[in-house]
């Protein structure tokens, strides 16, 4: 039965851990030059509605990186929810590749693309959650665990807006029994249904979660996290809007200061340099934004390995008896 990723939330503590577990399986045998050709012949379809350069390299990389091949479907390339339905490019993609990515606009979107196809489809990006993010976000995290602590251990500050990358780390945090921390403005905290599915996390698996306005809640944070203020499936804030709303909750090194000695700081990326994080922490040895960037490689090709490897395989005997019989029908025609 095929499975789709479309939020973290459709996944157990222990099935989130195989995912991010193979995924750096995955790099420590590339960083030792084995290249496992566990998507040769395959095909990935990479839906874009908007554009990208983490997730696009990314996800094209990790392809290319384990045999298989990626098509990109930017805007205007294919026909999705224009001349043909959603369901139906889902139908037909389903007829032509083995797996689709899509970054798409509308959380709805992607859901009814999963629902309409029979191969299995990852959401690379909605404006609700951005799951493949939280992936490499934990990876990350992993590789730069404070001495002496477990993940379940940890607290993971999130600062600023409520976007749907900070919806996606509170649900990875809490259903991996963690302490997540959303900082930032009344008018754009976490809504009322993700504090509801964290709520239920925390009751399955452990952990905590804080959703406020209140500075002191950042005390003792092995991770600052933040994104971009300006939002990016609406008309974009003016400058000195979205500073008015937002400066409190600049990571700058003040703030880091106020956390655990030794914390460090993640962003997905892109940054505004001087808005949500200023260049002293960015620049600093406490960033571990870049390797979070090279992270989502590693998260990409551990979700395309778990999300096909259910995929049927042939024995040598059949692949043998399908090379004879089409080297009968080649004869046949060609006369060789």
């Not at 996606?168 to 509801?196: N, Q, W």
Request: hydrophobic content about 40%; proline content about 3%.
């Amino acid at each position: 039965m095929k499975k789709d990723f479309i939020t973290v939330q459709d996944f157990t503590k222990e099935e989130l851990m195989d995912m991010i577990n193979l995924s750096i399986a995955l790099k420590k045998a590339i960083k030792s030059g084995y290249y496992p050709p566990l998507m040769q012949d395959l095909t990935l379809g990479m839906i874009f509605q908007q554009s990208s350069t983490r997730t696009r390299v990314a996800f094209e990389t990790a392809m290319q990186n384990l045999g298989g091949h990626a098509q990109y479907l930017g805007p205007g390339m294919i026909q999705l929810g224009a001349h043909e339905t959603v369901e139906d490019t889902g139908r037909v993609l389903s007829q032509l590749i083995d797996i689709i990515m899509a970054r798409v606009i509308e959380h709805q979107t992607v859901v009814d693309l999963a629902a309409a196809s029979s191969i299995p489809v990852i959401n690379a990006m909605s404006d609700k959650t951005h799951p493949t993010q939280a992936i490499a976000d934990i990876i990350t995290i992993i590789e730069h665990l404070p001495d002496g602590k477990r993940l379940q251990d940890c607290k993971v500050v999130f600062t600023g807006d409520g976007t749907q990358v900070a919806v996606s780390l509170a649900y990875i945090c809490t259903r991996l029994g963690m302490h997540f921390v959303h900082y930032g403005p009344k008018t754009h905290h976490l809504k009322e249904d993700v504090r509801a599915a964290m709520d239920a996390n925390v009751k399955l698996y452990g952990g905590s979660w804080e959703v406020t306005d209140d500075r002191n809640s950042v005390r003792e944070a092995d991770f600052f996290y933040t994104d971009v203020w300006y939002g990016l499936y609406e008309d974009e804030l003016p400058e000195d809007e979205r500073v008015r709303i937002f400066q409190k909750y600049q990571i700058n090194r003040e703030l880091m200061q106020m956390g655990n000695l030794g914390a460090k700081f993640m962003h997905c990326l892109p940054a505004t340099r001087g808005e949500d994080v200023t260049d002293k922490v960015i620049d600093s040895p406490v960033a571990i934004c870049w390797d979070q960037a090279g992270n989502r490689l590693t998260a990409m090709r551990g979700l395309l390995v778990y999300f096909t490897q259910n995929f049927p395989v042939h024995t040598d005997i059949e692949i043998c008896a399908a090379k004879e019989a089409l080297d009968e029908e080649l004869a046949y025609i060609f006369g060789f």
